[in-house]
């Protein structure tokens, strides 16, 4: 089966400026995640979604983050405005129903400058 | 959240067996214990879990105590391919990554 997309891999900007980060889960995974793993250190959760409905988003930065998952399929990370502290990998994983194993995409390294 | 303590660094030779250990001694009765690693620009990469049996699969065996405290991970025959940042995680609903062992195979 087809692991979990995400989109673009690689994006520069200056700070100030917003981005935006797509991903797709695995086909029929109902719960999505968005993981920031800053260089040297493990991913850390930024949002969980099950289906449409946000289950957990106390560690985003929701002054300038936001996410959304319309549809309960694919989701969109934005930041706006982007600091420098932003430049970070942005992970993207997804869970099946009767599962407790999360897959992770790719990831889209961002940078600021 | 259980805290898991692992080894900074390590080193293994091409085709030995690697193995990994991980601390866990806070762990709940009911917590399972994850790992997975992580190649070099590519996303983490899920190996195995287990709960308090052994546990073997294509890629890994995992050996956890039997009062739960701590496990190791076990590549068999380590190849190059195989040199990664490798995290241990006991799961409590979320996933909470540590800074992970990154064990280096030396041809």
């Known amino acids: 089966e087809a692991g979990v997309a995400q989109s673009p891999r690689y994006k520069i900007i200056e700070k100030r400026q917003s981005v935006a980060f797509w991903c797709n889960p695995i086909?029929?995974?109902?719960?999505l995640y968005w993981y920031q793993q800053i260089l040297g250190q493990g991913p850390k959760l930024l949002i969980q979604f099950q289906n449409n409905g946000v289950v957990d988003d106390s560690q985003l930065p929701k002054d300038r983050f936001s996410a959304e998952r319309l549809k309960g399929v694919d989701s969109t990370l934005k930041i706006q405005p982007a600091k420098l502290e932003d430049s970070a990998v942005y992970l993207c994983?997804?869970?099946?129903?009767?599962?407790?194993?999360?897959?992770f995409g790719p990831g889209t390294r961002l940078l600021v400058l | 959240d259980a805290k898991t303590t692992q080894p900074t660094s390590m080193d293994c030779a091409e085709g030995r067996a690697a193995n990994l250990p991980c601390n866990h001694s806070?762990?709940?009765?009911?917590?399972?214990v994850y790992w997975y690693r992580q190649i070099h620009s590519q996303g983490p990469q899920y190996i195995i879990h287990g709960l308090k049996n052994n546990e073997t699969n294509e890629m890994a065996s995992l050996i956890i105590t039997e009062d739960r405290k701590s496990s190791t991970l076990i590549l068999p025959h380590a190849t190059l391919r195989d040199t990664a940042v490798y995290y241990c995680i006991v799961l409590n609903e979320k996933l909470t990554f540590g800074t992970g062992t990154r064990l280096t195979i030396i041809p």
């Open positions: 806070t762990i709940s009765g009911n917590e399972y």
């Open positions: 086909s029929g995974h109902a719960t």
């Open positions: 994983a997804s869970r099946g129903q009767l599962q407790e194993t999360q897959y």
